[in-house]
């Protein structure tokens, strides 16, 4: 588990200072200020790929909250605790293999701030629990959570949330036949966070801009947008889709006819990069990547004992796509 001293690590476009929010959470008698302490470690822990430690502390600043005391902090501070610490350990809980306890989590995050009637909260609310149904690649219900957030952010005015679930829509679009579009709308979106100078989850927005491409058979652009986000990803120390960027990679790789030697070494580079952070569902997208490639290379029980350990490691989430076609190719393989 991490630390709690962040130094010098880039969020949002910006160094956070030294500064060791841990102790400071526990000098403080104020359970507002120890959750906000909580909540504060939480963010760039994700970011920094140390996802049971991110996820400690957002389930520790939830401990925290108390809806009979602290229900109207949302009206105080400009947006609910609560919320916030939902939403960090709903993204946490998919990578580390656990999809249907993160969609309970960022359903629970709207659910909870449509009582609150907080217009502000509800927007990273919708945001939160898109981003969930996305990472499970649940295309319908993304694009439903996104629009209502990009009516909600168009109608106030908030830019950020409007980047947001403007980026969020543009995925749902290309993932559905409309790449073209979807494209374009990512692109407005990632445009509107650097005019507004965030730099917020770039590593995981620039990866399905790849993607984006890659359906679009437009693989010197994605690649392009690949080195961009690995360089973004080295110089702000955003390593959380580290393994993704990975996995990408090979997948070009493949779609340019290289040598199928070097898009292994990329599959397998993903895996123990998502072994090593024990970020459960990216590594078993890596080695579906990978056994694919070694299926049509005729090495079939190979693939079938590498795709074994890792989909039987799953006791949820069985609806979502990833597991779905890791069932698929074993039924394949046996």
């Known amino acids: 588990m991490g630390t709690g ?15 060791d929010f ?5 000098r403080l008698e104020d359970p507002v200020m120890r959750m906000a302490a909580h909540h504060l470690l939480s963010v760039p822990l994700y970011h920094l790929g140390e996802f049971h430690a991110s996820l400690h502390h957002a389930e520790a600043g939830l401990a925290l909250y108390d809806p009979e005391q602290h229900r109207g902090l949302a009206f105080l501070f400009g947006q609910d605790p609560k919320s916030r610490c939902l939403g960090c350990a709903s993204w946490v809980l998919w990578t580390l293999g656990y999809p249907d306890r993160a969609r309970e989590y960022s359903a629970e995050a709207v ?6 009637s907080h217009p502000f909260s509800l927007a990273f609310a919708l945001f939160v629990d898109a981003t969930a149904q996305l990472l499970c690649r649940d295309w319908q219900q993304t694009q439903e959570l996104a629009l209502e ?14 980047a947001w679930s403007t980026w969020t829509h543009g995925v749902t679009l290309a993932e559905q036949g ?4 979807g494209i374009s709308q990512m692109r407005q979106g990632l445009s509107a966070c650097e005019s507004i100078g965030s730099a917020f989850g770039r590593s995981i927005f620039l990866s399905f ?10 693989i010197e652009e994605a690649l392009a947008v690949l080195a961009e986000a690995a360089a ?7 390593c959380w889709f580290e393994s993704e960027l990975q996995r990408l990679r090979g997948e070009l790789l493949l779609a340019q006819g290289e040598d199928a030697a070097e898009a292994e070494r990329c599959f397998d580079t993903a895996v123990q990069v998502a072994r090593s952070q024990e970020a459960r569902s990216l590594e078993l997208r890596a080695t579906l990547s990978l056994c694919r490639l070694w299926e049509k290379q005729g090495k079939r029980e190979q693939a079938r004992q590498a795709l074994e350990p890792i989909y039987g490691w799953f006791a949820e989430g069985f609806d979502t796509a990833d597991l779905q076609e890791a069932k698929a190719l074993l039924q394949t393989l046996s």
């Open 5 to 19: 001293k962040i130094t010098a690590v880039a969020i949002n476009g910006r160094p956070w200072p030294d500064f």
């Open 178 to 181: 409309e790449t073209q579009e």
């Open 232 to 238: 973004f990803a080295d110089q702000t120390g955003e």
């Open 149 to 162: 957030c990009l009516g909600l952010s168009t109608e106030h005015g908030w830019a950020q949330f409007w």
């Open 111 to 116: 659910a909870y701030v449509r009582e609150l």
């Open 22 to 26: 841990r102790a400071m959470g526990q």
């Open 209 to 218: 801009l790849v993607e984006g491409y890659r359906q679009a058979g437009q």
